[in-house]
């Protein structure tokens, strides 16, 4: 009679284990494909801000032109009333503002161009990041698997009086 409820306790206690131990890997499972989706939003949210910032650099530049254009047809205007016969000082004024306004309009495009390249490096680290996560679940619910079986052995070997 002892033999058989030591038995039973052995085998009691040999699920338990392995229950907690399914229990743990699932949870390191599913912990790891959260940090993977986690991280997987985090970089659409990246590359979305990569393509953002490279509209508004281009809607800069184009409103820089149109103003640049204004610029120059004001200068245009004031030429032809001041009775200017388009060239000398008035020539000089109307290639500087164009040079000047064309440098800035580069310069934004420029810096939307780095700023979207920022973003699309955060969107590459943020994928391998939930990759590296949801792998580094696997090997979790994996150890948490053998381990759980290793301990139910030993309960099964310590528990049993045959082996004792």
């Known amino acids: ?29 599913a912990q790891g494909q959260y940090q993977k989706k986690a991280a997987n939003y985090n970089a659409q949210v990246a590359s979305n801000n990569a393509l953002s910032s490279q509209q508004q650099a281009s809607a800069d530049a184009q409103r820089m032109r149109d103003r640049i254009r204004r610029i120059g047809g004001a200068q245009r205007a004031a030429q032809g009333k001041s009775g200017g016969t388009g060239g000398g000082s008035f020539a000089d004024i109307a290639a500087d503002t164009a040079i000047e306004g064309e440098l800035d309009v580069l310069t934004t495009l420029y810096r939307g161009n780095v700023q979207a390249g920022g973003f699309r490096a955060e969107s590459t680290l943020q994928r391998a990041s939930g990759k590296n996560a949801a792998t580094q679940g696997y090997y979790n ?15 099964y070997y310590q528990g049993n009086p045959k082996f004792k």
């Open 141 to 155: 619910a994996g150890a948490q698997i053998v381990g759980g079986v290793s301990t139910g052995v030993g309960n």
């Open 1 to 29: 009679m002892a033999y058989a409820t030591a038995t039973v306790l052995t085998i009691v206690s040999i699920a338990a284990t392995v229950a907690a131990a399914g229990t743990a890997a699932y949870s390191s499972y």
